[in-house]
């Protein structure tokens, strides 16, 4: 009998095949008797979608009928990386499809390698934005993810002669079997022209009169949860020119202009900013944040609309995250679209505004906080520039009765900017209008309150909380490495920790026994046998399996510290090369793996990877040091790259200056996957030491209270040691003498900002302890196996059951069925 809420389709590997099959010949237009790897992988992701698709509309019905609180996310920026696998991982299906492509003649592992990459994103913010809506997914609560649907990503970072360069990622090449084009939800978005006072009905209002509109269609992209039927939506954003965009330029006959005009304003969410570092208040970055705010603000109006007439209701049934300060204009259009449109009353707006947001912020240092420049923000937005100001005088208002005539401390706290160029701090309005600040690890929300916001805090103490970050085990174990999982699954006798992650602590009791680690060992070599035949068809570079595998894998930023481990691994060669002969058996044998992507304007990160290349190209070419140490870089690091690095590595670094890591969420997926970390006590590693005490990992460096006296000290404090390789360097042992030679003044140049001198020694001390453990192979994978176990803590399931009961006030709201 046929079960409504079972759906339509059906999963046996029969079904399944002839879903293939069909959509070969229907969807993708090719025989089914003659059809390749791509268009196989084509169909089969079709297939997939038929399926999210059902249960997304599921889920939505669900909602519907249940009308539960629902939180929406506005981020910029998500790093989705590929969805196939991960798909019907979370449908439960994986191994009907497997079945089902093999009586095809195909293997899915193959066809999966044919996805590319979604990089909608720059690097840990939007990667954490894809793990939060897997988990939100998953624990069944009634969200939505908004962002912007860029065409071109993440650009490819290409090597040649050892330089970076960037080259445009056109990921729509050959279109996107995920996304489900809405024609219907399209919302104009308005810009620049006029604000105009009228009077209606004997009270004064503002009218905005727009210079020009564009169009913002949604794109859809199911997002399914594990051992659940839920399937959430992220909604993407994509401009597309407004009939109404310029009715005056066809009018006065410049037909060919308004074509071109036309043209430009699908422009608007064409290409996604590469930098994660420098705000610059570019007139297309803010257009594309108002867009993607503007839009995203009407759609989750008309969906409240549907089911409530009164606003009252709207903080019952709406939560907003703002992901960092780049949507919090949101809080402007909301406060527009209420007092202008629903003619609330300016105080009765406000009030809604401060229940429903809360803002979550990844920078630690004021330099990173977006200002936009007044003038650019009243010339592109008049209404909103007034609307922020009137915020700003009310806040300042009551600032001074709470705090007195403190001028210094108000214009410290004023939403506006005064200075050479007057701007709107947006971290300011952010805090002002949430009800919750949420910093990303213990250390960083705490230097949030003693630093950057302490004027704040002082204030509103009850705002600001943290939110640990975490990282999902469905990619970042079940996905990506799936032997791992097989093990663990096996050994804790339950699949249960896919969903329940702290289950994984009970791997504790068996971390010592000797069929688990020779089991785990196993599984750490065919790891890092696909790791080493990935870096041979990268590089060709071979590398030895015995050898200890070293990865530092992130963005490149000064502050990370790859220029440390650069140096370090001179340093390395430089030992061994010095060493007698019949020393150099004790050497443990390392493979140094370096990838990151560098802005495309960050000239010293792009001299940095320049210095890895040449170090390599000694090293790897060094006969007599052979095996004993190998350097290489691995190109156009992303999510699908990551998910091939981390499960190979023995040893990762996460090495950045104290005090600069908001959280770091690279070192979860390493210590999750077994790979021990040497680090410093930064963001979350704090909170790692932690959970897997200080002996089972390698620390070193200053701590974050001594940053500062050091930074005084300056490079007097150089090491010899230090000393000594960026001498190799400036003296052209590696070539590019000139082309270094800023990179050396960084460090030696008398300022030596992060400490790469004054952390030297205890870096060496702790790659020392590190080889010294690695020689005992029992010891190593015990403390490997602890790793996993004291992963638990780092799951962003536990990060968003904390954001929807202590931020957002939602329930799970989970689809009746049995899977
Ligand atoms: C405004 C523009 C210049 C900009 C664009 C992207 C500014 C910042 C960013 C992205 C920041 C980011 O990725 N921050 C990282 O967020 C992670 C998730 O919370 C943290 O783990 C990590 O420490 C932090 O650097």
Known sequence: MFRLMDGFLKNDSISLQQDIL??????????????????????????VRDRLIERSHDTQLYFKRKDPKRVYFLSFEYLMGRSLSNSVINLGIRDQYADALSQLGFEFEVLAEQEGDA?????????????????????????????????????????LDGFQ??????????????????????????????????????????VWIPGEVVEAVAYDNPIPGYGTRNTITLRLWAGK????????????GDYINAVVCRQKAENISSVLYPDDRSFQGKELRLKQQYFFVSASIQDIIRRFREAHSNFD???????LQLNDTHPSLAIAEVMRVLVDKEHLGWNKAWDIACKIFSFTIHAVIAEGLEKIPVDLLGSLLPRHLQIIYEINFKFVEELKKRIGLDYNRLSRMSIIEEGAVKSIRMANLAI????????????????LKAKLFKDFYELWPEKFQCKTNGVTQRRWIVVSNPSLCALISKWLGTEAWIRDVDLLTGLRAYAADPDLQQEW???????????????????GVKVSLDAMFDVQTKRIHEYKRQLLNILGIIHRYDCIKNMEKSQRSKVVPRVCIIGGKAAPGYEIAKKIIKLCHAVAEKINNDTDVGDLLKLVFIPDYNVSVAELVIPGADLSQHISTAGHEASGTGSMKFLMNGCLLLATEDGSTVEIVEEIGADNLFLFGAKIHEVPKLREEGSPKMPLQCARVIRMVRDGYFGFKDYFESLCDTVDGGKDFYLLGSDFESYL???????????????????????????????????????????????????????
């Open 22 to 47: 069909r959509h070969v010949e229907y969807t993708v237009a090719r025989s089914r008797f003659n059809f390749d790897d791509f268009e196989a992988y084509q169909a089969l992701a079709h297939s």
């Open 241 to 252: 020119p407004s009939d109404q965009h310029d009715m005056e330029a066809y009018n006065t």
């Open 313 to 319: 209701e709207f903080p019952e049934k709406v939560a």
């Open 521 to 539: 060992m196993m599984v750490k070599k065919v790891n890092k046998m696909r790791l080493a035949e990935y870096i041979e068809a990268m590089s």
């Open 765 to 819: 001390e702790a790659q020392a302890a590190a080889d010294k453990a690695f020689a005992d192979p029992n010891k190593w994978t015990q403390m490997s196996i602890l790793s996993t176990a004291g992963s638990g803590r780092f799951s962003s399931d536990r990060t968003i059951r904390d954001y929807a009961e202590k931020t957002w006030g939602i329930e799970p709201c989970r689809f009746p069925s049995d899977g």
């Open 432 to 447: 002002v209008c949430s009800h919750s600040v949420n910093g990303v690890s213990k250390v960083h929300s705490e230097l």
């Open 165 to 206: 360069h960037e080259q445009p990622d056109f990921w729509l090449n050959f279109g996107n079997p995920w996304e489900t084009e809405r024609v219907h939800v399209t919302y104009p978005v308005k810009f620049y022209g006029v604000v105009e006072e009228e009077n209606l009905n004997g009270e004064k209002c503002n």
């Open 119 to 159: 990089a909608l994103g720059n690097g840990g913010l939007a990667r954490l934005s894809a793990c939060q809506m897997d988990s939100m997914a998953t624990l069944d609560y009634p969200a939505w993810g908004y962002g912007l649907r860029y065409e071109y990503g993440l650009f490819r970072q290409v090597i």
